[in-house]
């Protein structure tokens, strides 16, 4: 079972930027595909970003395609979101969360370990 912890939430304003990382531990990362999912108070857990095993492939909520990009370094047992152009609504808990297929699914059922998550604020 891969352990995760998630870092680099905080405060930002209308249009500003965050990078999100997830350190992971135990074996084996690089066999695990990769997803970013985020949930707000009182909302349900939803989909944001996902990448398969390589980084070769990725998929994006439609809410964030064009500003999120997810990306992983599998020698650093890292993935990373970089969030662009932001927006009150992006305002969320985000979580990272490991697959052991190919990946690039969008159902949190599908995944079998997930991060504490970390808060992230966007003020206007």
């Known amino acids: 079972q891969v352990q995760l912890v998630e870092s680099g939430g905080g405060l930002v304003q209308t249009g500003g930027s965050l990078r999100l990382s997830c350190s992971a531990s135990g074996l084996p990362f690089y066999l695990h595909a990769m997803g970013w999912f985020r949930q707000a108070p009182g909302k349900e857990r939803e989909f944001v970003a996902a990448i398969s095993w390589s980084g070769g492939s990725t998929t994006y909520a439609d809410s964030v395609k064009g500003r999120f990009s997810i990306s992983r370094d599998n020698a650093k047992n890292a993935v990373y979101l970089q969030m662009n152009s932001l927006k009150p609504e992006d305002t969320a808990v985000y979580y990272c969360?490991?697959?052991?297929?190919?990946?690039?699914?969008?159902?949190?059922?599908?995944?079998?370990?997930w991060g504490q998550g970390t808060q992230v604020t966007v003020s206007s």
């Open positions: 969360a490991a697959d052991r297929t190919f990946g690039l699914r969008r159902t949190t059922t599908q995944y079998d370990s």
